[in-house]
DNA sequence: CGCAGACTTGACCGCGCTCAATGCGAGTGG
DNA sequence: CCACTCGCATTGAGCGCGGTCAAGTCTGCG
């Protein structure tokens, strides 16, 4: 259901949830039999809100913990030398952030809220030593890393070789599916983020975003009046986002 | 030392080599105590040798293994519905390939040598119950595909945000590095992928690659015939690279 | 030697960036 | 209630980087 997961139960048990979390087929405890579930849910900090714009973690701070994302979304971005921000992604409920600073003593990237979210924390330390008693677990693991890994692959593809439309027309599929994992509607939603993180992320200037979300609308592909976005035409926009390729 | 590794040694035993090996500070082992070397040796078949445009792994067959690069290098690429390729990466002697394809049954990617190439197989099952009992490696396993992860970030970056002269210095860089961590010279090797290969990699026309290449020579940064390619000033090289790749 | 593939060089042009102005909704204070 | 501001979004004009197309040159290999 779409319903919007309780945050604070009433229940004197703060922490007893990853059973009844409506992700528990996203994140982590998929991997996990039902009465192994317990030890997982002994390490996790759940629940936790931030606000639009509150940092869940800052790059070149110490790395503690890798982070589920509840309700609401995330974007991670990197801030070069020159005080550049480069965003690296979006995340949604269900999905797992910090991966990218396993490598390190410290985070590989600055994590902030798009709007009001629900946060689930995993220590890292405890998360392997977990890992490392549960092999369905560590495979899970493996698994969203890897996942992450070809994510990158998809991304620099789309960046390295397909115009602004293809680009553009690719994110809003790509968010549309996810929602609809989430079993919310993937023809109407509220994009979280700002044009500018858009640009950002799809490597392109805002005018241009812009641009192209009017030459959307005026093909009939989209309805948009600010964050609030219609899909009229999914097929279409498939074939806009698979058109990289047309030439024989 | 700059000296090729002994591929075959004359020694009865075919696979007591991680322990005489000379990328053992950069490979697997790493993080394994003396002691339990043995126990990674054991699941290892090492030293098989691919000749040039040979195939290690294919995309979609079922994935078994991940590789390490011994000496030579490697590109992997993905090739999409339309039969374009898209190289995702190249990969150096002590580098780790397939780590993209733990999330699947097959393989996210095609691996092919780009010469005369030796290789390292990690059995995945066997690799997978190694780390559950060996935290250490499970925890290098985690280190080295986040960092994959962040590379994959890395690249997304240049190719979103930096022009061609900045995306091409950035790479001669990265080999340079990678070649010097080799103990190798990092200012004069032979660059072991074609100009398509590089312009490819980086979402540029081979055209744009050759360009920027009798740019840089006539600017006196470099000095390349053919494949073999000479760095004559990194400075201004890092310099033109400006916020591009950075790995502290 | 000759051929094929790799690389270089030149001419042209279009996508998307830059700069700049305007539109628009929300929050604030008089 | 309007006026003002501030951030975000849209729209227009101009141009430069890099792609495409087309020759031409170099290189390795049978």
Redesign the pocket.
């Known amino acids: 259901m779409a319903q919007p997961i309780r945050l604070h139960r009433t229940s004197s048990s703060l922490k007893a949830s990853c059973h009844q979390c409506s992700l528990s087929n996203l994140c982590l405890p998929l991997a996990v039999e039902e009465n192994e579930l317990d030890r997982l849910e002994d390490i996790v900090q759940q629940g936790r809100i931030f606000n639009r714009g509150e940092h869940i973690f800052d790059q070149s701070t110490p790395f503690r913990a890798c982070f589920a994302v509840r309700s609401g979304s995330v974007k991670t971005s990197i801030i070069t030398e020159s005080g550049e921000e480069q965003i690296t992604g979006f995340f949604m409920p269900g999905e797992l952030v910090g991966l990218d600073s396993m490598s390190h003593e410290t985070y590989a990237c600055t994590a902030r809220a798009l709007e009001r979210t629900s946060i689930c924390e995993f220590p890292v330390d405890k998360l392997e030593e977990l890992t490392g008693k549960m092999p369905e677990l560590q495979h899970h693991m493996y698994h969203l890393m890897s996942q992450e890994i070809q994510n990158g692959h998809q991304l620099a593809m789309l960046l390295s070789k397909n115009?602004?439309?293809e680009r553009i027309a690719a994110l809003l599929l790509s968010l549309s599916s996810r929602f609809e994992r989430r079993r919310m509607s993937g023809t109407h939603f509220s994009l979280p983020m700002?044009?500018?993180d858009i640009a950002n992320f799809l490597?392109?200037?805002?005018?241009?975003?812009?641009?192209v979300?009017?030459r959307f609308q005026n093909q009939g592909l989209i309805k948009?009046r600010?964050?609030d976005l219609e899909l009229l035409d999914v097929d279409a926009l498939q074939l806009v986002a698979r058109d990289s390729t047309r030439q024989d």
């Open positions: 115009t602004a439309e700002a044009r500018s490597g392109l200037a805002v005018e241009t975003v812009s641009r979300f009017t948009a600010g964050r």
